[in-house]
C-alpha cells in the first residue's frame, strides 16, 4: 500500500490559476488519515462556473489566495508516493499555475489519473466521476472539492484492494487499458 494525496480543484473561471477551493485527502497504508478543504481568493473576482460548483466572488473574498494558502497545504504532499486526481491533467495543470502565480515551487510529485485507473482495473465507461462512484458504491457530492477528493482516493485504494500498484504503474493494468480503448 501507498501514501498519496488526492487532490481536487474548483476553479472560478477559464484561467488555470483561477482556483477557488481545493479539496485534500492524504491516504496512508491503505487507509485515509486526513482530510482538508480549502476556500481560496482567485486573482479576479470573474466567476463562470458558479452554476457547476455553487461557488461566488462573495464566498471567497475574505480567503487567503494560494500562495497565502500554501504554507497550511505544503505539508500534506509531504512523504507521498504520488498525488491522485480525477482527469489528473486539469488538477496538474491548475497547480502548475497557481504555483507560478504565486512563484511557489511546483511539487515534482508524479499524479495518478483515477480515470484511466477505472477503466483499466475495471473497465467503467464513462469514466466521469459520478459514474466511477456509483460503480464502487462510493458517496459523492460531485463538484464539491472534498467530496471529489475523498471519491478519487477511495478510487485508488479500491485499485490498490483489487491488485494496483503504484510501484508498477499502469503495468499491471495497462493491456486490459489499452484493449478497452481500442474498442
Known sequence: MSSFLAIDFETANYDADSACAIGLVRAEEGKIVQEEVFLIRPPSPEFFFTHIHGLTWEDVADAPDFGELWP???????????????NS?????????????????????????????????????????????????????????????RACANIVLAAERDGWSFDSGYDNVRERYIAIDQM
Not at 72 to 86: C, E, N, Q, R, T
Not at 133 to 144: I, K, M, Q, R, T
Open 72 to 86: 497550511d497545504i505544503l505539508p500534506l504532499f509531504d512523504g507521498i508516493d504520488f498525488l491522485a486526481a480525477h
Open 89 to 149: 491533467g486539469f488538477d496538474a495543470k491548475i497547480l502548475k499555475s497557481c504555483c507560478a502565480r504565486y512563484d511557489l515551487p511546483t511539487p515534482e510529485t508524479e499524479f495518478t489519473c483515477t480515470v484511466k485507473l477505472a477503466r483499466g482495473m475495471w473497465e467503467v465507461r464513462p469514466a466521469k466521476l459520478p459514474n466511477v462512484a456509483h460503480f464502487l458504491g462510493l458517496e459523492l457530492d460531485h463538484h464539491d472539492a472534498l467530496s471529489d477528493s
